[in-house]
C-alpha cells in the first residue's frame, strides 16, 4: 500500500512564503510524475506544478516564477516552495502521484495516488 504524507501548509501574510513537502512510502519501484494540485472553495482542482522523474516540469501559469518544485527521487518525496504567495493562492494543495510502480504478489502495478490535502491560507 501507498501512502503520500503532506506537510508545510499554514497561515501566511501575503507576499510571505511556504515550503511544501510529500513524501510517498511502501515497496514503491519508481513513479513516474509527481505534482501539487490545489482546489480552492467552489472551484475546480487545478494542477499548480508538477515534476517527471527525468527532471523536467511544469508550472501552471498563475504561478510561474513564484513557485518552484523540486524531487528527491531517492526518497520518493516532492517539494514545493512558494514565495510571493498572494490571497489567491488560498487553498487546499493535494500531493499527486502518478505512475507509481510497486511490486505485488502478482506482479508490478502501476496506480496514481493523491496525498490528504494541507491548507494554505493567505491573508491579505
Known amino acids: 500500500q501507498v501512502q503520500l504524507v503532506g506537510s508545510g501548509g499554514g497561515l501566511v501574510q501575503a507576499g510571505g512564503s511556504l515550503r511544501l513537502s510529500c513524501a510517498a512510502s511502501g515497496n514503491i519501484l519508481s513513479i513516474n510524475r509527481m505534482g501539487w494540485y490545489r482546489q480552492a472553495p467552489e472551484k475546480q482542482r487545478e494542477l499548480v506544478a508538477a515534476?517527471?522523474?527525468?527532471?523536467?516540469?511544469n508550472y501552471a501559469d498563475s504561478v510561474k516564477g513564484r513557485f518552484t518544485i523540486s524531487r528527491d527521487n531517492a526518497k520518493n518525496t516532492v517539494y514545493l516552495q512558494m514565495n510571493s504567495l498572494k490571497p489567491e493562492d488560498t487553498a487546499v494543495y493535494y500531493c499527486n502521484a502518478e505512475g507509481v510502480a510497486t511490486t505485488q504478489a502478482v506482479g508490478t502495478i502501476i496506480h496514481d495516488y493523491w496525498g490528504q490535502g494541507t491548507q494554505v491560507t493567505v491573508s491579505s
Open positions: 515534476t517527471a522523474s527525468g527532471g523536467s516540469t
